[in-house]
């Protein structure tokens, strides 16, 4: 039982490249989250979704993509990376209301 | 709107000291709220959640927190540091539509000997 992954562990890109990062789960939980952790911001929502095939924004969703298409996996894309996107990107799972979330290990995001 | 203020950026307690981090939150209804904790490097991990009842609840490695609806308030506590307590701590609530947690921005603790 891994609980949450996320692949990869570190990435460094250039501005413009694109990439996804993918989050597994096999808690068979239907919400799954993307945040994104600045220094002294906290944790801020990029995108969610409450179940395969289905997404919303979350409350920084700019510049992001995602995508549901099994309940165990969770795709974030950036189509043109910018500095400004560079982070520690943590996704998370809940059964439905979310109420609590299970998270992963996260993914570090360098954007030159 | 909904919102967590946590107004330490950055706390250091003696080992063996007692522990208060503060939380503070903005919320209508009854919030169902969490205190998340992080090491270097590492995911987050729950340590507690309040849903309802009891309003002093437990949590793994010694935490309890307090909620009290009359200063918007759930801290969190620990009677005795360990050195290894050194991490980052999120207070959280959940939003109206249970779609989401909203953090706030965070406690360091630092653990000295």
């Known amino acids: 039982n891994a609980g949450v992954t996320q692949t990869p562990k570190f990435r460094v890109l250039k501005t413009g490249q694109s990439m996804t990062l993918l989050c597994a789960q096999d808690?068979?939980?239907?919400?799954m989250y993307w945040y994104r952790q600045d220094p002294g911001m906290g944790l801020r929502l990029i995108h969610y979704?409450?179940?395969?095939?289905?997404?919303a924004k979350g409350e920084v969703p700019d510049g992001y993509n995602v995508s549901r298409l099994k309940k165990q996996n969770f795709l974030l894309g950036l189509e043109s990376a910018a500095p400004s996107q560079t982070s520690v990107y943590f996704c998370a799972s809940s059964y439905p209301t979310g109420y609590e979330q299970y998270f992963g290990p996260g993914t570090r995001l360098t954007v030159t | 709107a909904q919102s967590v203020t946590q107004p330490d950026i950055h706390i250091t307690v003696s080992e063996g000291a007692s522990l208060e981090l503060r939380c503070n939150y903005s919320y209508g209804a009854t919030p169902y709220l969490f205190w998340y904790v992080q090491s270097p490097g590492q995911g987050l991990q729950l340590l507690l959640k309040y849903f309802s009842g009891d309003t002093l609840v437990q949590g793994i490695k010694g935490f309890e927190a307090e909620f009290k609806r009359s200063q918007s308030s759930f801290n969190l506590r620990k009677p005795s540091v360990h050195w290894s307590d050194a991490a980052e701590y999120f207070c959280?609530?959940?939003?109206?539509?249970?779609?989401?947690?909203?953090f706030g921005k965070g406690t360091t603790l630092s653990v000295s000997s």
């Open positions: 808690m068979n939980h239907e919400y």
């Open positions: 979704s409450v179940g395969e095939g289905t997404t």
């Open positions: 959280a609530v959940a939003n109206q539509a249970g779609t989401a947690l909203i």
